[in-house]
């Protein structure tokens, strides 16, 4: 319907928008996403006649669209500010444009009552604007805009003069109405999570290019560019090169991961938080659970997060099993489900530390080992749950054997709840930023655990440098 083709423009020394190229569908919501500057305005007012491309093309429909005016052309622009005309009542604002195209009184009449009903605005037809709150005000905007039923309709932003929680609504009532006027909508935002929840496809731009067009889900689970990965949700990034099918992160080792690039491509691996699971060996002896300064990331070394991998090769796991009383270790891969909680401090504090003392060398390069159920545990205990080390056990494919789904280890530097979720990050000796871990409810997981980090090649997407 809409084919944008090449388009260019330059303010002095500022590429506003360079070689963007767009195809936008009949009927489609379509988002223009990305952060301030990145040109998605200047391209939004190319298209509603306000500015002009230095070069590149336009059709709707086929039909060459830049050498109409503004006002000839079948498109709306509704502003952020709304615009609305404080003198007047909804009504009149929003019959304005109609009473500019000289339309018979009795069809414009017809049409403003069909179009505030349309937005719940029925009731409120004979109010002044500032007797409406923001949401109200945005309807009576959004009326106006499809009043005049355009065969596209631009949206700059239009949700960010309302709070929260109203535009949460907003979003979903735009939708709706969207549905049911059936015009083509193409709206700019900054907000990754509105674009996300209105938009049947997303352009991702930056610095006035266009990174990767796609639907809300292939762009958070298959980003192709290292930008759209950063920007379109929380990621975590591993660098490195792409080495038989994962990632080869240097120090961290070899990272479980998909892509087709071909060996050695400098890459990034992106694995989401909600992707990762968590493997809880508690909080190592002598170590305060409350105080996540205490655990940074320059004391990997002495911390030794691989403290639960030997003790997990134990010589007698299954009876001083490291216990924690939290619902992690009860679905842990390690032998420890039938540990008595009262005894569990001590008995943790204990086979956590001993081991690692005998074996302060094991690294974190050697991830395979801490995926095992221990392989002296007693079978009917570990038979359990031998491969749900997880938080997440939906998440989990019992068909896996657990030395393949990659693993990291570190401690958890800090733990917050919001959202229903839990957000945990985890310093990883080797990495300069935390590994962020995310879980849908409360988790028992404690700052200062050590931990085990697994995810499947499933779970994380090479993105080329
Ligand atoms: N009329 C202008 N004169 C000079 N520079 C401009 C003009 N319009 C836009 N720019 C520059 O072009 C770049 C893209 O601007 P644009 O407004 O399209 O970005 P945006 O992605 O919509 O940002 P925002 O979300 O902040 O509105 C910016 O660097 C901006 O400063």
Not at 24 to 33: H, K, N, Q, T, Y
Not at 35 to 57: H, M, V
Not at 421 to 426: D, L, T
Request: hydrophobic letters at 35%; charged letters at 30%.
């Amino acid at each position: 319907m809409l084919q944008i083709t090449g388009v260019s423009r330059r303010f002095g020394e500022v590429t506003a928008l360079s070689e963007v190229s767009l195809e936008i569908r009949p009927g489609e919501f379509f988002a223009l996403l990305g952060p301030s500057g990145c040109g998605k305005t200047t391209l939004l007012r190319i298209l509603a006649g306000f500015e002009s491309p230095d070069s590149g093309a336009v059709t709707l429909d086929g039909a060459d669209l830049l050498s109409l005016p503004a006002h000839r052309r079948p498109i709306n622009l509704m502003f952020q500010s709304y615009a609305l005309f404080p003198h007047m009542t909804v009504a009149k604002n929003v019959a304005y444009g109609l009473e500019r195209e000289r339309l018979p009184r009795a069809e414009i009449r017809e049409r403003v009552e069909e179009v505030l009903a349309k937005v719940g605005l029925a009731a409120m037809a004979g109010r002044r604007p500032q007797q409406l709150s923001g949401g109200q005000r945005q309807r009576v905007a959004l009326a106006r805009a499809i009043v005049k039923r355009p065969r596209l309709l631009l949206l700059d932003e239009p949700l960010s003069a309302l709070d929260k929680k109203v535009r949460a609504e907003m979003q979903l009532e735009l939708k709706r109405l969207q549905h049911e006027v059936g015009i083509t909508f193409v709206v700019v935002t900054h907000d990754q999570e509105e674009a996300m929840s209105l938009a049947d496809r997303i352009a991702v731009f930056s610095a006035g290019r266009v990174e990767q067009v796609d639907e809300p889900v292939a762009l958070y689970e298959r980003p192709r560019t290292p930008f759209v990965a950063g920007f379109v949700g929380a990621s975590n990034l591993f660098e490195g090169a792409a080495h038989d099918g994962g990632l080869d992160g240097g120090e961290l080792g070899v990272l479980p991961g998909t892509g087709d690039l071909p060996e050695g491509t400098p890459a990034l691996l992106s694995v989401r938080p909600e992707r990762i699971r968590l493997e809880d060996f508690g909080v190592p002896d002598g170590e305060p659970s409350e105080e996540p300064a205490a655990e940074t990331p320059e004391e990997p070394a002495e911390e030794s997060p691989e403290k639960p991998v030997e003790s997990a090769e134990s010589p007698e796991p299954a009876e001083e099993s490291p216990k924690e009383p939290t619902a992690e270790s009860a679905e842990s891969a390690e032998p420890v489900e039938d540990a008595v909680p009262e005894e569990s401090a001590e008995s943790a504090e204990k086979s956590l530390e001993e081991p690692a003392a005998e074996s302060p060398e094991k690294s974190p390069e050697e991830p395979v080992e801490s995926a095992e159920p221990a392989e002296d545990a007693d079978p009917e205990e570990s038979a359990e749950s031998p491969e749900e080390p997880a938080e997440s056990a939906e998440d989990t494919d019992p068909e896996e054997p657990a030395e393949g789904r990659g693993v990291l280890r570190g401690k958890v530097a800090d733990v917050s709840f919001y959202g229903g979720v839990s957000h945990i990050s985890v310093v990883v000796p080797g990495r300069p930023a935390p590994v962020l871990v995310a879980t849908q409810g409360a988790t028992r997981v404690r700052t200062g655990s050590a931990v085990a980090l697994h995810w499947a090649a499933d779970d994380g997407v090479l993105v080329p440098q």
